[in-house]
Structures are given as structure tokens and as C-alpha cells.
């Protein structure tokens, strides 16, 4: 066998190194599920706790701490023992400020389109999502805290942490199997790693999109620029005053205009699906794995949860 030729593997092994990043994946779900549908029992469990401490402050605080801990410990030993170095995805690519400004906007057209559609579910169920009563709102010192605790957590921490694990290592693994398996799969667990099915359908496709940059460029950079932008976005939509909600309706049509400039330019479209991502065989060592089985059921969990 040539050096350069691909290593075969059995299908054994191959689940094996999926279930090397699917435990971590496993815990990080679990814990976000704890948070997300947990707070409630601990606030009433331990009244006296709660009381000598700002409730939000603490979930937020917890958040913070799992996600960090997840994606540079656990995250990071499973990526040593696949002998993927991260280091290889984070370099800089030779990229246009133009051609990332345009990359942004459809992001944030792909995030707001699939949002109006899977919104839908509202009129048919009963959907709970998590609230942050106190977003926005910056007229106490304590609410100007909660609100840079959740900037720092939910537009800066989370996008690159999520980059690092989905695209970074999750992406590049499924990768070894095939390249666009790796962009479809890992697109595939990022939506189940959501808590209810409006947040999951958005997912996907964005996933879907930032994969396919990671792969064009072998770096999660545009990834992660993409995904805080995006992150950063929807946060204008919930702190903005409601009589200056046309600015961010003015950002949006610019939005839709500079991506539909750039994506009807041929020489910059791009085949979504490819021979190798919907292959079945693939799918199927995927789908039978034991932590992907786990990762799907908490999904459904989560949803469950969500309609309660």
C-alpha cells in the first residue's frame, strides 16, 4: 500500500471513533437539557440557596463553565485520541472582507428563512423555549450584568465552542469517511444537539452551510465569524427598543439583497449535495453507533419536553 493511500477501516472501528467524540457530545447535550428543563427543580429545591444568589446569574455561570469545560477537556482528549489536530482548522484563509460579509449574510438569511418556517410549529403545538426575562432590559446594575453574562455566553462563548466541536473535530472525523458525509453528518448532529424542534430545523441548514465553508477554506475561522454575526443578529432582535425595530428590518433586506447577489453570481454557487453525503452505508454506521442512538433519544426527549 502507497503512503498516500487512504487507511481502511471496518465498520467496527468506524463506530468506534464515533462514539469517541459521541460521549462528550452525549454530556454536553445532557447538560444543556439539565439547564434548559432542570433550573426550575433546583430553584425549588433548594429555596435558601437561590436566595442568596441571583438565580440567572447562576445558570448563566453554570452554562459558561460546562461549555468550556466540555470543549476543552473532554472535546479535546476525544480529538487526541482520533489524532486530529485542531490546530490544522484553525488557520487564517485567504479570504475577501467582501466575500465574508457575504458569507455573513447568508448565514443570517438561511437562519431567518428556516426560523419562519419552523416557527410554524407554534400554531400546531404548544412549544416552551427557555426566556430570559431580563434581556434587553439594562435599568438595574444587576440586569446590565445579566446581559453582558449572556453576551459573553451566547454571542461570543457558545458560536466558538460550537465551531470547535461540530466543526472542528465532529465534521472532520464524519470527514475521513467521506467529505460531504462529513458536511451532512455533522449538520445532522448539530440539529439533534438542540433542545426543541424550531431551534433544530434552523440548525441543520445552518449547520449544513458552515460545514461547507469549513470544508471549502480547512478552517472553522469564516465558521466561527459567521456563526458570532449570526448569534449577534438575533441578539439585536431581542434588546433593541421597539421604536427602533426598523433598523434591524432595514439590516435584514440588506441581508437578503447581498445574498441573493452573491449566490446568483456563477462562479460562486456550489452543489450543496455531493456523491458520498447521502451514501447509506455511511449513514447507516452512523445512525447505529451507540452514542449517535443516545445523542437522537435525548433529542426526542427534548422535544417531548418542549411540548409539555
Known amino acids: 500500500m502507497s503512503q498516500g493511500a487512504p487507511k481502511r477501516i471496518t465498520r467496527r472501528q468506524a463506530k468506534a471513533q464515533i462514539n469517541t467524540f459521541g460521549r462528550p457530545l452525549v454530556i454536553y447535550i445532557i447538560i444543556f437539557t439539565l439547564l434548559n428543563y432542570g433550573t426550575s427543580f433546583l430553584h425549588e429545591t433548594f429555596p435558601d440557596f437561590f436566595a442568596a444568589y441571583d438565580f440567572d446569574m447562576v445558570v448563566i455561570g453554570i452554562g459558561m463553565i460546562s461549555t468550556l469545560i466540555v470543549t476543552l477537556t473532554t472535546m479535546l482528549l476525544a480529538s487526541e485520541s482520533l489524532k486530529l489536530d485542531i490546530k490544522d482548522y484553525l488557520g487564517k484563509p485567504r479570504i475577501s472582507g467582501g466575500r465574508m460579509l457575504a458569507f455573513v449574510c447568508i448565514g443570517i438569511g438561511i437562519e431567518m428563512l428556516t426560523t419562519s418556517v419552523s416557527s410554524l410549529f407554534y400554531f400546531f403545538f404548544h412549544t416552551n423555549s427557555q426566556i430570559y426575562e431580563y434581556l434587553g432590559s439594562f435599568n438595574t446594575t444587576t440586569n446590565i450584568v445579566k446581559n453582558v453574562l449572556y453576551f459573553v455566553h451566547f454571542i461570543l462563548l457558545k458560536p466558538i465552542c460550537d465551531e470547535i466541536i461540530f466543526r472542528g473535530i465532529i465534521q472532520r472525523q464524519l470527514g475521513h469517511y467521506g467529505r460531504y458525509f462529513g458536511v451532512l453528518g455533522s449538520a445532522f448532529l448539530y440539529a439533534m444537539a438542540q433542545l426543541n424542534l424550531i431551534d433544530a430545523i434552523p440548525a441543520f441548514f445552518v449547520g449544513w452551510f458552515l460545514s461547507l465553508l469549513t470544508m471549502n477554506y480547512h478552517s ?8 458570532i454575526s449570526l448569534s449577534l443578529f438575533l441578539w439585536l432582535f ?21 445574498s441573493a447577489f452573491f449566490i446568483f453570481q456563477k462562479h460562486d454557487t456550489q452543489n450543496f449535495v455531493r456523491y458520498g453525503a447521502t451514501e447509506w452505508k455511511l ?13 437522537i433519544l435525548l ?10
Open 220 to 227: 472553522i475561522r469564516p465558521g466561527i465569524v459567521v456563526h
Open 238 to 258: 431581542n434588546v433593541i427598543p421597539a421604536q427602533y425595530l426598523w433598523i434591524t428590518i432595514v439590516i435584514l433586506g440588506m441581508v437578503y439583497i447581498v
Open 283 to 295: 449513514w447507516k454506521i452512523l445512525l447505529s453507533s451507540g452514542t449517535v442512538i443516545l445523542v
Open 299 to 308: 433529542f426526542i426527549v427534548n422535544v417531548v419536553l418542549s411540548f409539555l
